[in-house]
């Protein structure tokens, strides 16, 4: 079956620092790849995604690669921010008979300090 | 409203009671999804519904019982939960396509079972 794997954290990281939150996946065929954000007290959100391979998806400073070769997607950003602080979940989707079934990954806390 | 709306925000009942949550989707999709979450685990999906059809349901105890009027609305009935039901249930909704599009998520309702 499908799986994503990514760290649980939480990372900590001081404000302007570099951010790598690293995803791996297991996926029969083609999935889609998304990174998705939830801030405290709120549902999650879309921060980017990638239907095919070498794709790359960006939002707020955000980028992530599909790699097929390695079944990665990364997520990462160059100068992150107190209002970056969130979980971050991996996903991967397949359409299946007309919906979409989705692997989340165990999502990644991370906290800025200023 | 826009988006995904999701009522109540928060739910605290006994093991005797009978309750239900409420979702609705004002983007037009054909899928909607109610997903658990609970502390340290990744996104269980619970059900699907697709074109107002049951299309997945993944071995979830009777004592929820999903519920899809129309494809605009979704609810979750509940009675005689368990302490360990006790989590931030979310509704998700999806374009019903050949491609693999992000699922657009509500602010969930964290249930506390008594």
């Known amino acids: ?114 | 409203e826009t988006g995904v709306t999701q009522t109540p925000r928060h739910l605290v009942m006994g093991m005797t009671n009978k309750k239900s949550l409420k979702c609705e989707q004002h983007l037009g999709h054909n899928a909607m999804y109610w997903y658990k979450q609970s502390a340290k685990k990744p996104l269980e999906l619970m059900f699907v519904y697709s074109l107002e059809e049951r299309v997945e349901n993944n071995s979830v105890p009777s004592r929820f019982s999903p519920e899809c009027p129309n494809s605009s609305h979704l609810f979750l009935h509940l009675h005689t939960l368990q302490p360990e039901d006790s989590a931030l249930y979310l509704c998700a909704s999806s374009q019903d396509s050949a491609g693999s599009y992000e699922q657009y998520f509500g602010p969930g309702t964290r249930l506390t079972v008594t």
């Open chain 1, 1 to 114: 079956g499908n799986s994503v794997t990514q760290m649980e954290g939480p990372v900590t990281l001081s404000e302007e620092a570099f951010l790598t939150i690293n995803c791996t996946y297991t996926a029969t065929g083609y999935p889609s790849l998304f990174w998705y954000v939830q801030y405290p007290g709120e549902g999650l959100q879309l921060l980017l995604k990638a239907t095919k391979a070498d794709d790359k998806g960006s939002n707020k400073g955000f980028e992530a690669t599909y790699r097929k070769e390695t079944t990665s997607f990364h997520l990462e950003k160059g100068s992150v921010q107190v209002s970056d602080s969130a979980v971050y979940f991996c996903a991967l989707s397949r359409n299946s008979g007309g919906y979409q079934k989705v692997t989340f990954g165990i999502g990644t806390k991370l906290q800025v300090i200023p």
